[in-house]
């Protein structure tokens, strides 16, 4: 018996309902695998996948790919070494994407920063993505939506989806939800689960003029004037593009919720009501300021909505202290950063023991979270398992920012750098199981691992 899932109800209680009739959807596409989300996570997904020589689909809701990296336009990924700058921990496609935009003059390396490794022209990389994903030979739709999961006897076999041309169903042998939310898990009823403490969301945008705030603090008026202009106090970071005067501001703090459509639309809004109350503030209180709003994302940046129950759940332990897993599909060194909902600031925690409060306006506060030892971690690892969903679909892989991590955990994997990893391991795993005959769940880790090296990855 065929049935198609609905999507659950967020935000206000209907007061009434209005009935859909049945209806026959066409199958627009049939493919091996079929990728939902075009983030670099997704993209990167397809990609193994294209490369091991399978078909493949990638569903993409906006007009471009790249996700927050492109669309949100964080332009800076974060450092392939270990802590202490000794090892590197991870290559495949991060590098390679970084090597074509380097050749572009859009893309600049910094060494041994914690806060940054590259930073990048979002505009260019959207245009590099397209060109890796058709050199694949991965059928992409753009502007195309998730509705609903399509499951068969108990086997989820198609997507419905709707764009442009109407709605329609993509037929796969296999599923990798790369939504950023779970979208697909969280249709199909497997079990999620949200955050006591979801860190905030933020509104990243272009600047013209950046630069006639140089020598001046402007950090320090926005903090003074903030109240006045509702603005929740937070954490600013900034990167200029690569050869061009325009600088990338991340200074907004979004509270609502983007996990219903209620508070996605109102984040969006608030953000930015944000970025030109900051640009505001700034050329009216400092002299000599010119600054003026050039580009503002797509899409919010969005740090955490609801994670998906894998067989694993990684935890904050299991970061801090370094744990190290025999199924590791990835491996970081960025920080425990934790962007706080219930005061202002945030937390950086490192591997070595330390830890630093920082509050705009405020003397950083220094200490550690646990005793010094003679020897630290310096990288910390992400299991296969913690992408396996739980549930009985058998051909369905998460990868991104949702897999199953506690909040501790989440605060420092939840980077582009070691999201994209997963992706990677998702797509090859995806391939394995479907050469092997078997679910996602019992595809052999040191298989899985040796595949991954082989084309690219370090598996330590």
């Given at each position: 018996m065929a049935?198609?899932?609905h999507p659950?109800?967020?935000?206000?209680?209907p007061?009434?309902f209005?009935?859909?009739?049945?209806?026959?959807?066409?199958?627009?596409?049939?493919t091996?695998?079929?990728?939902?989300?075009?983030?670099?996570?997704?993209?990167?997904?397809?990609?193994?996948?294209?490369?091991?020589?399978?078909?493949?689909t990638?569903?993409?809701?906006?007009?471009?790919?790249?996700?927050?990296?492109?669309?949100s336009?964080?332009?800076?990924?974060?450092?392939?070494?270990?802590?202490?700058f000794k090892?590197?921990?991870?290559?495949?496609l991060t590098?390679?994407?970084?090597?074509?935009?380097?050749?572009?003059?859009?893309?600049?390396?910094h060494?041994?920063?914690?806060?940054?490794?590259?930073?990048f022209?979002?505009?260019?990389?959207?245009?590099?993505?397209d060109?890796?994903?058709l050199?694949?030979?991965?059928t992409?739709?753009?502007?195309?939506?998730?509705?609903?999961p399509?499951?068969?006897?108990?086997?989820?076999?198609?997507?419905?989806v709707?764009?442009?041309?109407g709605?329609g169903?993509?037929k796969?042998?296999?599923f990798?939800?790369a939504?950023?939310d779970?979208d697909?898990?969280?249709r199909?009823?497997?079990?999620?689960?949200?955050?006591s403490?979801?860190?905030?969301?933020?509104?990243?945008?272009?600047?013209?003029?950046w630069?006639?705030?140089?020598g001046?603090?402007w950090?320090?008026?926005?903090?003074?004037?903030?109240?006045?202009y509702?603005?929740p106090?937070g954490?600013?970071?900034?990167a200029?593009?690569?050869n061009?005067?325009?600088?990338?501001l991340a200074g907004?703090?979004?509270?609502?919720?983007?996990?219903?459509?209620?508070?996605?639309t109102?984040?969006?809004?608030?953000?930015r009501?944000?970025?030109?109350?900051?640009?505001?503030?700034?050329?009216?209180?400092?002299?000599?300021?010119n600054?003026?709003?050039?580009?503002?994302p797509?899409r919010i940046?969005?740090?955490?909505t609801?994670?998906v129950?894998c067989q694993?759940q990684?935890?904050?332990?299991?970061?801090l202290?370094?744990?190290?897993?025999p199924?590791?599909i990835?491996?970081?060194?960025?920080?425990?950063?934790?962007?706080?909902t219930?005061?202002?600031?945030?937390?950086f925690?490192?591997?070595d023991?330390t830890?630093?409060?920082?509050?705009?306006g405020?003397?950083g506060?220094q200490?550690?979270?646990r005793?010094?030892t003679d020897t630290n971690?310096?990288?910390?690892?992400?299991?296969?398992?913690s992408?396996?969903p739980?549930?009985p679909?058998?051909?369905?892989?998460a990868a991104g920012?949702f897999?199953?991590?506690d909040?501790?955990?989440h605060?420092a994997i939840?980077?582009?750098?070691?999201?994209n990893?997963?992706?990677e391991?998702?797509?090859?795993?995806?391939?394995?199981a479907l050469k092997?005959n078997?679910a996602?769940?019992?595809?052999?880790p040191?298989?899985?691992?040796?595949v991954l090296?082989?084309?690219?990855?370090?598996?330590?």
């Amino acid at each position: 018996m065929a049935t198609a899932m609905h999507p659950r109800h967020h935000g206000p209680m209907p007061t009434s309902f209005l009935h859909e009739p049945a209806r026959e959807v066409p199958v627009i596409q049939e493919t091996d695998v079929c990728v939902l989300g075009g983030s670099c996570t997704g993209v990167f997904a397809a990609i193994r996948a294209a490369r091991l020589g399978l078909s493949v689909t990638l569903v993409e809701r906006m007009g471009s790919f790249g996700g927050v990296a492109t669309l949100s336009m964080v332009n800076v990924w974060h450092s392939p070494y270990d802590e202490v700058f000794k090892k590197q921990i991870f290559a495949g496609l991060t590098f390679e994407v970084i090597d074509r935009l380097k050749k572009r003059g859009a893309a600049l390396q910094h060494e041994n920063n914690p806060s940054y490794a590259w930073n990048f022209n979002s505009a260019e990389m959207q245009i590099e993505l397209d060109e890796m994903v058709l050199e694949n030979r991965i059928t992409p739709w753009l502007h195309t939506a998730f509705v609903a999961p399509h499951v068969e006897n108990g086997r989820l076999t198609a997507i419905i989806v709707e764009n442009k041309s109407g709605r329609g169903a993509i037929k796969a042998r296999f599923f990798i939800d790369a939504t950023g939310d779970g979208d697909l898990c969280h249709r199909l009823g497997l079990a999620t689960y949200t955050s006591s403490h979801a860190q905030p969301s933020t509104t990243c945008a272009h600047f013209a003029g950046w630069e006639t705030l140089d020598g001046k603090d402007w950090g320090k008026t926005v903090i003074k004037h903030a109240a006045e202009y509702n603005i929740p106090e937070g954490f600013a970071w900034g990167a200029y593009i690569p050869n061009t005067k325009v600088y990338m501001l991340a200074g907004t703090r979004v509270y609502d919720s983007c996990a219903d459509a209620a508070g996605f639309t109102r984040a969006e809004i608030e953000g930015r009501r944000q970025v030109r109350a900051i640009s505001d503030i700034v050329n009216k209180h400092i002299e000599g300021a010119n600054v003026r709003l050039h580009t503002l994302p797509a899409r919010i940046g969005i740090r955490e909505t609801r994670h998906v129950r894998c067989q694993y759940q990684l935890t904050g332990p299991d970061v801090l202290h370094g744990r190290t897993f025999p199924d590791a599909i990835a491996n970081g060194s960025y920080r425990v950063d934790i962007h706080h909902t219930e005061k202002p600031g945030i937390t950086f925690r490192y591997l070595d023991g330390t830890e630093l409060y920082v509050r705009p306006g405020h003397p950083g506060q220094q200490g550690r979270w646990r005793p010094e030892t003679d020897t630290n971690p310096t990288f910390y690892q992400i299991p296969y398992r913690s992408i396996v969903p739980e549930g009985p679909y058998g051909n369905v892989l998460a990868a991104g920012r949702f897999i199953d991590a506690d909040e501790e955990a989440h605060a420092a994997i939840r980077v582009m750098v070691n999201m994209n990893q997963t992706g990677e391991a998702a797509g090859t795993a995806a391939y394995l199981a479907l050469k092997n005959n078997v679910a996602a769940r019992d595809v052999k880790p040191a298989l899985l691992r040796g595949v991954l090296a082989e084309n690219g990855s370090i598996m330590l």
